[in-house]
Antibody, heavy 121, light 111 residues
Framework: QLQLQESGPGLVKPSETLSLTCTVS??????????WGWIRQPPGKGLEWIGG???????YYNPSLKSRVTISVDTSKNQFSLKLSSVTAADTAVYFC?????????????WGQGTLVTVSS | QSALTQPPSASGSPGQSVTISCTGT?????????VSWYQQHPGKAPKLMIY???KRPSGVPDRFSGSKSGNTASLTVSGLQAEDEADYYC???????????FGTGTKVTVL
């Protein structure tokens, strides 16, 4: 059973870079049919797609975040990572990682449990 | 890209049906049959309930169904049960460079 788990600091200072890692277990991140994505949810608010990556390193980003986002993959560790630079309080959110189907279909499943990142000094 | 529009809340008694709308544009919902729906209980991760407008993943009860007309997609939950009380989000592929957009979310209450 495929499982995803987010990890990283729960507190980041304003103007610094948020860094999270998603570890995939129960399956290979090098599967040809899937991308691996990040989605966030500010407290009490809705979901926002951030972007994703293919095992080859091909990436795609939300245009509204593109200038600050970098997603990378480490196939040897079955992990992919998110970096969001120049964070502000508006970036405070629960960050989820998810498998993203793209081969003739489009959906996110399964999702990690999510990790809360608070931006505060 | 703007979030897809959903009603903030919907409710129904056990056994009844509730339908949630998800309105976008011709660049997302109306342009592709790649609408998916997610159920999220408080403090939990979203769960895929419907994909490609009307398809159900294995294990999702057939009480959940999806449809689309023009720029608006809909999720119907029939035979409401207490465990259906949750937040529901739609999502759509929005083309151009693999863009995706989520809905504003609807809180379903089982009365």
């Amino acid at each position: 059973q495929l499982q995803l788990q987010e990890s990283g600091p729960g507190l980041v200072k304003p103007s610094e870079t948020l860094s999270l890692t998603c570890t995939v277990s129960g399956g290979s991140i090098s599967s040809s049919s899937y991308y691996w994505g990040w989605i966030r949810q500010p407290p009490g608010k809705g979901l926002e797609w951030i972007g994703g990556i293919y095992y080859s390193g091909s990436t795609y980003y939300n245009p509204s975040l593109k200038s600050r986002v970098t997603i990378s993959v480490d196939t040897s560790k079955n992990q992919f990572s998110l970096k969001l630079s120049s964070v502000t309080a508006a970036d405070t959110a629960v960050y989820f990682c998810a498998r993203h189907a793209v081969a003739g279909t489009r959906w996110f499943d399964p999702w990690g449990q999510g990790t809360l990142v608070t931006v505060s000094s | 890209q703007s979030a897809l529009t959903q009603p903030p809340s919907a409710s129904g008694s056990p056994g009844q049906s509730v339908t949630i709308s998800c309105t976008g544009t011709s660049s997302d919902v109306g342009g592709y049959n790649y609408v998916s729906w997610y159920q999220q209980h408080p403090g939990k991760a979203p769960k895929l309930m419907i994909y490609e407008v009307s398809k159900r993943p294995s294990g999702v009860p057939d009480r959940f169904s999806g449809s689309k007309s023009g720029n608006t997609a809909s999720l119907t939950v029939s035979g409401l049960q207490a465990e259906d009380e949750a937040d529901y989000y739609c999502s759509s592929y929005a083309g151009s460079n693999n863009n995706y957009v989520f809905g504003t979310g609807t809180k379903v209450t089982v009365l």
